[in-house]
Structure formats: structure tokens, C-alpha cells
């Protein structure tokens, strides 16, 4: 075992000081650090002890001491040749400046600790036993006395007597100084010490190495005065490996195992039993408590985040303390956890509420990884995915969430409703082009016709023949072509047909170019402005993106080797401003407010919780880089595998399903109405509102014709009938209420009998009407019988 302070030996024997020559006296320097009182102490004590001891002997030692202020090997230098100069013998020290650090300060979990530091019995670390600190906690020391066979009884020394050098540091200066005054006493007394001629600038003293090897070999029997950690033996090397050691149990003070060099690792209570003597009397654990039956008592380690971890609102006149301050998804979780497998726990967010990431420039973590590395917390949770990186510093459970990358983005504003949107497929060019053509072509139909044989038709007088196409049935043949409806007359001439042909070719195509183009552009009207996956955004420069900076999503797009994943990571470390975001809510924020200029990539609970939460945001694609949430642990936790069994649980019950459902489906913030479809099938009236005035304006325009068209036959009929058109209008109204007649008699226009016309009745007038045809029927065959009768 080396000691823990370099004890620098110059056995330099100097000039022997006579004045008194009874008595030889030596110089002995030590160098101490300012604050170092209690090493010190233990310097002056010996240097008493050996004095006193001196009484019978030639020899006494003066002590020379030195200070530092910090640890300066120039400064040390100095002083170390300032003690050669002032004749000293040896020089004891000095320490290290860097202080041992005791297990107390990081001990803070129900975590089975074994603490190497010899010093531990005297750090007062028992004083931590409460119910707050519940740990198992095992350390060694050196033990000065341990019963046969595994220790002699000529070693024993009383250990009951109150001993102001009780650490480990003060006991070695103590037995430094013992070892080389019982080597200086075995290799010249009775003689006197030579004295050599040494400095820092050179010197040699003969004797020097029979020195050393008497103090490697000093016969340990009959030592004065006693070392303070039993015997003080040392190997060739001039490195102490014969000792005892205690294994101890620290918060009870119970001896567990000894060991030494000679019998290796034994069972004290194997010892005691044959052996009644007991240097350090062992507490009863009786008299403490039994911690195995006691609730352990956890820190948790978290950071503030919606909908994981939040801080509750307290209502007026209401106070909350302890973890009642805090609610969301892992605050229920821990609850439930809890209550399964007994234990207790506390949350303590981090102060610089991060997740905990890796520095390469200070090579350190921040966050709560940093947290559970310095056993400030037992367990950390929040959102927090599992990666290799962070495995390699804490351990994880086994997932309690599954979920992968997505992008937030704000929905874009719906598309401007045009009056005519119907019309939008072709330009304005295109449309007027195809109005020409329709009337061109009904145009040169016409006048094809004309001159075709084959498409005049003889009509009721042979001696006459007639043409069909009319410039008002050839616009209806093009327009129906178009329309593609039937038309119940067709050309029978050979060129009228080929004509007829290559226009319903034409036709054909724009029917369906239009309904293609219509569809193209409806649908391009929905995604107008929008970005469908992650390759659509790294390959366009007016929408900005980012993620939380320093965590898990940062890390997967900064290491991944994909294309696209290289290609956005390093977009996003060049966007001024930075497009890397400190939380989750300021990414939110950003996207909400910057009117389609910015984009968020987040993980797919979280983006559910705040899309839901704020009708004017959607996520984008589909999620990709698979991840997992756990919670995390210092490494080689006992009591992960007891949480990893609970989690589980949770899983199959429904527990971790539920409480998806709570807190990020249903979280009751926002209701959002029912989004319009946006698959393209469905249309709303505001989009088809041209084409139904359309419809409109064709039956307003067709009434009207029809009713100019019904008032100009009246007027037609009322002069070659010589009747007024009021008379012949009635006439006609009266007629066309009778809706179920389709026949309809020309007589209703004919002048009524002079008898008949003072009556207001037509219905008189038209019987008078028909009698007098009649009467005039007979009277003409009446005539023309004698006629016949004579040429008989």
C-alpha cells in the first residue's frame, strides 16, 4: 500500500551539533499547506513522543517547518533547499494539494457503496443515518489490532486511550517520523551521526544507503514509541505491504471481514468466536433501524416540458408542496411506479433544464445525464430518448414510449375561391381560341354543306329539295360534340362525315384535357405552398427548419450518414437567425408565428400534444428514426431491473396507453373543428358556385328567348287571324293552362260570328264558329250534286 504523503528521506547526516555533548541534536523539516493544522499536530506530537523518549539517549530532534500557499514546484523547490541549508536530517512532506474528496458528498441513493477511502470511520459520514439517506454503505481500514491466528498478540496495543492522531494522514506522518528515528537508533548508536557536506548544488553521504536498508529492514520487535497504525513494515521497494485491513459496515460501525497479507480475506465473527477481545466493539444493529423493511427514498432528476413535466397553477388560497407542485405524463407514471414497487421519490428539475448532452470542447454533460453522473439523482425522466451516447455515461429501462421524427408546420390558408375557378384549367387565350373555333367550324359546316349534293333533301314537293344544316343546327351539332352528348341529325355526305370525324377528334381531346387539367389543378390547389416530406424541405431555401439543440433529434440528424439527414443538419447549423431552438415551446412558437417561414422537426407525441393544441399547426409526412423513451439511471443501478418489471406492467395493463390518451390525445385544451377534406374527391359550393351561375345564366337566357319567342308568335298570329293580340294572348294563356292537352287546334285564333262577338264567352263563339262551317260544307255539295245529276 503506498502511503498517502510522499515521506522524502534525505538521510543527511551534518555537522553534529556539540554544544551540549551529552546530547545530539538533529534538524527535521517538514513542509505543510497553510490549512493543513491537524498534519501539523501530528508532526509536533511525534517530534514530543521521541523527544521525551530521547531522555535516556544522545539524541533529540529539532523540528524546522515550512508553509505553502499552493501547490508551486518552484515555490517547493526553494524551500526544500532553504531546509538543506539549515542542516536538516529529513523532510517530511508535503501533501498533496488536491484534496480527498470523502464518499459523503455523492452518496445520496439506496445504492449499495463500497468506499475505499481509509479515512471514512473518521469523516463522520454516520452522522448522515436518517430517513432520507438509505444506503448500504461498506468501506476498509486499517485495522490496528486483529485476534490470533490472523494477528499476533506482541502487536497489540491499547486502543482505548484518547488519541488526538486519529486520521489516516496525521497517523503516517506520525509513524514516518517513528521509523526513522528507531533506523537511526539501530544503525549508529552507540557511535555518534557523521555529518555530511550536502546542498542543492551537489554532495553524497556514504552512510545514506545502510540507512535505507535498515529502515527497510528494522527489526519491528520492542519499537519505540508505537506506531500509530500497527506495525510498519516495508518490502525492497520501499513500499509498505504488510497490513491489516478491516471491512466494516459504515452507518452501524459492525465489523464484517479482516484481511491481511499472510491469511488473505476472513470472517471476523469466525475470529470472535474463539477470541473475546474486541478493539472496536461493534454497535448492535438493534439499536438502529432496519432499513430493508424502510420505503427507499429517490431524487428524480427532470426538466420542465409540456406534456411530460409542468409546473401546476395553483387556484387562489391554494398552496402545493412536494411533488403535488407538479403534474403531467412522467409525473403519473413515477406515481404509479411508486405506489408498485414501494418506494419514494422526489422530483428536483434541473437547473439548466436540458436533457443532457455532450460538450467535446469541455468534455463534460450538462443537464440531467450530469445530474445522475454526480449522484445528485437516482433516476432521470422526462422526454428523454435513449441513445448509444448517453448509454455510455447511465443506464436506461426498458422503453416506455415508442416514436419517431416529425415535421410541425402551420397549416397553410385555404385557396382564394374564385367566382369562375371552372374556367381556370385553360387560359383565357385558350377559351377564346375554342369559341372562335366552335363558330368557325359551324360556319364552314354550313357552307361545306352547300356545296355538297348528298345534303339536300327532297321535302313534300317533288320539285324541290331542301338543306338541313342551318347555321343554328350546325352550332348545335359542334357544341354537343363537345359536351359529348348525342345530336339527332347527322351528316350523310362522305366529306361532311370526315369533317364531322376530325371535329370529334378535337373534341375528344379537349374534353379530356380539360377534366384532366381540372382534376391536376384542384389538387394543386390544396398542397399550393406546403412541403410533403423532409426531402421536399432540404431541397427548397425559403422555409427554414430546426430542432431542439443539444437533444436526441439534434444528435440523430448530426451522426446519421443518410443524404437527407446530413443535408438538413447541416442547413440547420447555417440559417441565420439560428434555427436551433432551446425547447420544444420555443420551436412552437416560431412556427406559429412566422406565417409559413418556418418549420419544426420534433418527436411525434409531442407534435400530437401541440398540433392538437393549436388548430393552426399539422404535422408533415410520415415519422421517421424510430426512437424510445426511458428513464434513466447511474450505471450498474440495482433497481433498474425492478423498474424495467414495472414498466412492463404498466405496458400490458394499459396504464402507459392511457395515459398517451390523457395527456397528449385528449389534453383538454383546444377543441379544433373538422378539417376540410383534402383528398381531392370532395368540393364545396363556394368552388362550383360559377358553374351552377352558369346554369343559371343558360335558363335565365333560355326563358327569356322563350318568352320573346312566345310574345312575336302572339303577335304573328294575331295579324294573320286579323285579331287583337290581347284576344289572341288570352286565347293562347287559356289554352296553355289546360296542361294535360299536347294537341293544340289552330281555330282558337279565328274571328267569332257578329252575333257571337257580344257575348263574352269564347266558348259560345267557337261552337258558332264550327255550325257555320258546317252549314257552309253542305250548301257546296248541295251544288255540286245537280251538277253530277245532269251529266248522268
Known sequence: MKLLFHIIVYTIIIRALYANVEKQILNIGAIFFKDETDLEAAFDTAVQDINYLNQEYQLEFNPIKHYLSEDDSVILQEIACDLLQNSVAAIIGPSSATKSVHGKSKIKSMISFFLTNLDTHTSGIDKLLSDIFLSNVTSVRLRSYIPPPVHSETDVFDPGEKDSVQTLNQQNIYDALVLLYNALQQTFQPDPIPVPEVSCEGGFWEPGNDLIDKMKKLDQKHLEPHYKTQKLTVNSFGIRDDFNLEIYDVMVDDTLNVWNKQHGL???????????????????????????????????????????????????????????????????????????????????????????????????????????????????????????ERRTVVDFTVPFMQLGVQILYSKPPPPKKELFQFLEPFSVAVWLCLLIALFLMSLVYVVLARFTPDEWKTQKDPNTVELTWTLRNSFYLHINSILQVGCDILPTAGPMRLFTTFWWIFALLMAQ???????????????????????????????????????????????????????????????????????????????????????YLLETPILQYYAKKNCDLMPIGDPFGEKFYGIAVPLNAPYRSELNVGILKLSEQGFLYKLKREWIFHNNTVLCEDAPSTDGTQMDMQTLRGVFLVLQLGIGVGIIIGIAEFFWYINKMAVREKISPKLALARDFKFFLNFWKQIKPLSIYKCPEAGSQSRGSLMPSTATETNSSEKHKRKVKRRKKPEKDAKV
Open 513 to 599: 384535357t380539360y377534366l384532366a387539367k381540372m382534376t391536376s389543378f384542384i389538387t394543386a390547389s390544396k398542397m399550393d405552398g406546403t412541403i410533403q416530406n423532409l426531402h421536399d424541405l432540404v431541397q427548397q431555401d425559403k422555409i427554414q427548419f430546426g430542432t431542439v439543440k443539444g437533444g436526441s433529434t439534434s444528435l440523430f440528424f448530426s451522426q446519421s450518414s443518410e443524404t437527407d439527414y446530413r443535408l438538413a443538419w447541416n442547413k440547420m447549423k447555417s440559417f441565420k437567425p439560428e434555427a436551433l431552438t432551446k425547447d420544444n415551446k420555443e420551436g412552437v412558437d416560431r412556427v406559429k408565428h412566422s406565417k409559413g417561414r418556418y418549420a
Open 266 to 388: 476472513v470472517v471476523y465473527d469466525n475470529l470472535i468466536s474463539n477470541f473475546t477481545r474486541k478493539v472496536f466493539k461493534p454497535k448492535k444493529k438493534g439499536d438502529h433501524v432496519d432499513y430493508q423493511k424502510k420505503k427507499i427514498k429517490y431524487t428524480v432528476a427532470t426538466r420542465i416540458g409540456e406534456p411530460y413535466f409542468m409546473i401546476r397553477e395553483e387556484p387562489e388560497g391554494v398552496h402545493f408542496e412536494g411533488n403535488d407542485r407538479f403534474k403531467g405524463y412522467v409525473v403519473d407514471l413515477l406515481f404509479e411506479l411508486a405506489k408498485n414497487l414501494h418506494f419514494d421519490f422526489v422530483f428536483e428539475p434541473v437547473p439548466d433544464n436540458k436533457y443532457g448532452a455532450y460538450d467535446p470542447n469541455t468534455n463534460e454533460w450538462d443537464g440531467i445525464v450530469r445530474q445522475l453522473m454526480d449522484n445528485q439523482a437516482q433516476m432521470g425522466i422526462c422526454d428523454l430518448t435513449i441513445t448509444q
